[in-house]
């Protein structure tokens, strides 16, 4: 069948969808009305599924071609961001300091296109396809918390999709191998002695000594790990006194460590306590350092991306449409998922005017087949892939 062009046909109602969910976000955890809107449309096409604890779904539908076990999954994150809109739009949201300046609007959207067709054409297919309609994706705690309710149970392969504003309406990439950087988060509390700023022999300056371990903390990048393995180490806020006299008995940094490499990843605690700990002794200060770990690094398999090409080529007006992407520093959750099946991840251009984030971006609503295509086809070529092995 041609899914390109039957994603075509449903545009409208995917784009109806999506403005209702656009003017209507909710944040992370938050995301109960959405959940219902989804609920309600999958009611009435008779698909089954059963509700996350506290928000969010996961769906399947089964192929009724033949009998068969093989699962793929297919997923949408679903929550907004706390940005007053500024677009104009006609449909922009309603719910004041929230919008939906990630896309995930568009994903949701998108992925209940998916299951109109997957719905309509499952004699077609044999095996069954999970759709995760997932919460909390900007938090970092969605994938985990739908993983912890069996969201990944007995699936073999997984894919997500994710628009992007900067790239032309259309295109679509996706890449082998590291994708998505790791998105931890640290705090490190310095703390020495207060006294006179007139005086300074008489306290321990954590002020200072917070301003060594800003410097030191780039030895990380330099000379704790192998040249050619991409991290990133920023402090991004540093808190201290409120005096212009006085040398406060604290200071706070906090911040952010980016890596593709797990080995990596597993070392960045213990490698940021030990330069904190003792930068901060040799000037008679103590620290305590705290460690989020927000997402892990996103790593596409080999095979479940090769999949994902022939399905994107299959999709596409002409092969110009797909590329490699870039990696990239920026943290994605579905990594999660990466931890219990092989899965791969593809971003979808849709030209928004303005940076993702941004409070006046406008993705290009023309995307979306290309993007409910890609949700099918990949999930009609993972099942015959799993059936032919």
């Not at 739009?89 to 896309?103: K, P, Y």
């Not at 300074?200 to 917070?210: E, H, L, M, V």
């Not at 006194?241 to 070392?267: M, S, Y």
Request: hydrophobic residues 40%.
């Amino acid at each position: 069948m041609n899914v390109l062009k039957l994603a075509k046909q449903i545009q409208p109602e995917v784009v109806e969808f999506r403005r209702e969910l656009h003017a209507h976000p909710e944040l992370s955890m938050q995301e109960t009305e959405t959940t219902c809107r989804v609920q309600r449309e999958l009611d009435k096409m008779g698909i089954g599924y059963r509700k996350l604890n506290p928000t969010g779904l996961v769906a399947e539908i089964r192929g009724t071609q033949a009998e068969s076990s093989h699962c793929v999954l297919i997923r949408a994150d679903m929550d907004a961001l706390n940005i007053q809109e500024e677009t104009g739009l006609s449909f922009a949201s309603e719910n004041s300091g929230v919008m939906h300046a990630c896309g995930h609007d568009t994903h949701t959207a998108m992925l209940l296109g998916a299951a109109t067709l997957l719905n309509q054409q499952k004699h077609l297919f044999a095996g069954t396809v999970r759709l995760v309609f997932q919460p909390a994706e900007e938090t970092g705690e969605g994938a985990k918390l739908a993983i912890a309710q069996g969201a990944a149970d007995g699936a073999e392969m997984g894919m997500a999709l994710h628009i992007y504003s900067d790239w032309p309406t259309g295109v679509l990439r996706a890449r082998k191998g590291p994708a998505a950087a790791s998105t931890d988060k640290f705090k490190i509390t310095v703390t020495g002695k207060g006294c006179h700023g007139a005086a300074p022999n008489q306290g321990a300056d954590p002020i200072y000594a917070g301003a060594a371990i800003v410097q030191n903390l780039q030895s990380m990048v330099s000379r704790e790990f192998w040249p050619v393995d991409p991290i990133v180490v920023s402090v991004c806020q540093f808190h201290a006194g409120d005096r212009f006299n006085v040398i406060p008995e604290t200071a706070v940094l906090e911040g952010t460590c980016r890596t593709f490499d797990h080995e990596i990843w597993e070392k960045i605690p213990e490698v940021m306590e030990r330069i904190a700990q003792n930068t901060a002794a040799a000037l008679k200060c103590e620290v305590k350092v705290e460690f989020d770990r927000v997402t892990m690094p996103l790593n596409c398999d080999a095979r479940v991306a090769d999949i994902l090409k022939g399905a994107i080529l299959k999709v596409v007006d002409h092969p110009s449409q797909f590329s490699e992407s870039p990696i990239q520093m920026g943290g994605e959750d579905f990594a999660a998922f990466g931890d219990k099946i092989p899965i791969a991840w593809v971003q979808l251009g849709a030209n928004g005017g303005a940076p993702m984030h941004s409070s006046k971006v406008n993705f290009d609503e023309n995307a979306f087949p290309y993007g409910v295509a890609c949700y099918v086809q990949f999930a009609l070529d993972a099942l015959h892939a799993l059936s032919s092995r």
